[in-house]
């Protein structure tokens, strides 16, 4: 089932060369722009929240690749508004497929690849630049970090979307945990205030998803509230996000009763 959904979703799209193409160039410019801030912010000092330039760079290539992950798979979900404001949700509860899955299938735009191939590459890169010393441990988070964190973002999103069922226009207020999660992700969480950190670490554990983890791998001393073994909290973290969307969507569903009210 699921991969006849987004088998369809990817052929459709994949038809149209030029544009995919234009899109994918599109997103590339996106992300390297995005990264070039924090580089021009560490052309003026020498670290930033005790990272240098190459950690840093380990930051936000895994928080772009697990955010693009998660995107690419989960994030139409946060358009929930527009699907009960149209009456297409009613044609989607008829059908014999859950609810959730058709619509983080609705538009599996492909450009949105363009995240993951710069975030992996600079992930990756930067890892060996920055000196990482592979254990079998460390390999091992390496690879789960950014599932992890595809996996947190996938119900950052679930959660976004839930909401609308409550919220009259409720995608833009649901966009600043999801995309605003994204932009603490892909910062080194020590530059944050404490009360800030405390959120985005036992609130909406943003941190968990690129921060920590790159602590872990680089053994960094992490700030307070968030020591480096807090590196391997990111999976954990998923799950509980994950039993908390589910709860939230599924009352949600239970709630609506049809775009006229």
């Known amino acids: 089932m699921v991969r006849t959904l987004y088998g369809s979703r990817i052929r459709s799209q994949a038809t149209f060369r030029t544009s995919f193409l ?11 722009t995005e990264f070039l ?22 930051v936000y290539g895994l928080g772009a690749l697990a955010f693009g992950i998660g995107d690419i798979l989960f994030g139409e979900i946060d358009g929930l508004s527009t699907q009960i404001k149209s009456g297409k949700l009613e044609t989607l509860l008829i059908r014999p497929v859950p609810v959730l899955l058709q619509i983080s299938s609705l538009d599996l735009s492909l450009r949105r690849i363009g995240r993951i191939v710069v975030g992996l590459a600079m ?5 060996v630049l920055a000196g990482f010393q592979p254990t079998a441990a460390t390999l091992l ?18 959660v976004a979307g839930a909401l609308q ?41 943003a941190t968990l998803i690129a921060y920590a983890p790159t602590l872990t791998l680089l053994e960094l001393p992490g700030p ?9 909290l990111g999976l954990p973290a998923a799950i509980v996000a994950w039993l908390l969307a589910g709860l939230l969507w599924r009352a949600g569903i239970r709630r609506y009763t049809g775009a006229g009210g």
Not at 22 to 32: E, K, W
Not at 183 to 190: C, K, Q, S
Not at 191 to 198: E, I, K, M, Q, S
């Open 37 to 58: 801030e924090l580089w021009v912010i560490l052309t003026q000092v020498s670290t930033l929240g005790g990272m240098t330039l190459t950690q840093v760079a380990v």
């Open 141 to 158: 988070l390496a690879v789960l970090a950014p599932l992890a964190g595809a996996l947190l973002f996938g119900a950052l999103f679930t």
């Open 224 to 232: 307070a509230l968030i020591p480096a073994w807090a590196g391997w």
């Open 165 to 205: 069922f409550w919220l009259v226009d409720g995608r833009e207020f649901a966009n600043a945990f999801t995309y605003g999660g994204n932009y603490v992700a892909t910062t080194p969480g020590a530059v944050f205030a404490l009360p800030l950190r405390a959120f985005f670490t036992f609130v909406i554990p």
């Open 22 to 32: 234009a899109d994918l160039l599109g997103q590339l410019l996106v992300v390297s």
């Open 123 to 127: 992930y990756v890169t930067a890892l």
